[in-house]
């Protein structure tokens, strides 16, 4: 319990220091990284794709990269800008979009940071509880098990 509520407190001083920079730099990037993206943390070899957009600060592309590979099963639903805001909202690819649950969105400035925001938001949501999902639980079948039987239907 104390390591989950450590990693909220942290998500959230980390989306604060998001909304309040005007623009992504190395250091607020590399805090991103290692605070937000446990399975690029996990990785067993260094990423060659980050450490190249991070070279060239890529910074939109290394957010629609980071989407996809710490949340899988999420995509950017939306990227636009209103009255001088980017907006970036990512949801469960092939769920309908009607709660409030079912979407992380960030506003920002600069486009790479609602993008990247909007990933630290969705990392938020997952640590709090759980968050929808299309991927199906793996379920181990025992040798011999060809289907799993319905004793209901030979009644």
């Known amino acids: 319990m104390w390591f989950k509520h450590n ?11 998001i909304e309040a920079a005007s623009a992504p730099t190395g250091d607020l990037v590399a805090e991103i ?9 996990g990785a067993q070899k260094p990423n ?16 629609f990269w980071l989407v996809g590979w710490e949340l ?3 995509a950017i639903h939306r990227l636009s800008r209103d009255d001088s805001r980017w907006n970036c909202a990512i949801c469960v690819r092939g769920l309908a979009i009607n709660w409030l649950e079912d ?11 609602a993008i990247l925001g909007a990933l630290v938001q969705a990392q ?8 929808p999902s299309n991927v199906t639980p793996f379920r181990r079948m025992e040798r011999g098990e060809a289907h799993p039987v319905n004793n209901d239907a030979e009644r």
């Open 103 to 113: 979407v992380a969105e960030f506003q920002h400035d600069d486009p790479a940071l």
């Open 72 to 74: 899988p099963d999420w």
């Open 7 to 17: 990693q909220e407190r942290d998500l959230r001083s980390l989306l604060a220091r």
């Open 124 to 131: 938020l949501r997952k640590v709090q509880g759980p968050t």
């Open 48 to 63: 060659d794709p980050v450490r190249r957009l991070v070279e060239a600060e890529a910074w939109v592309d290394l957010g």
């Open 33 to 41: 990284l290692r605070r937000a993206c446990p399975r690029l943390q």
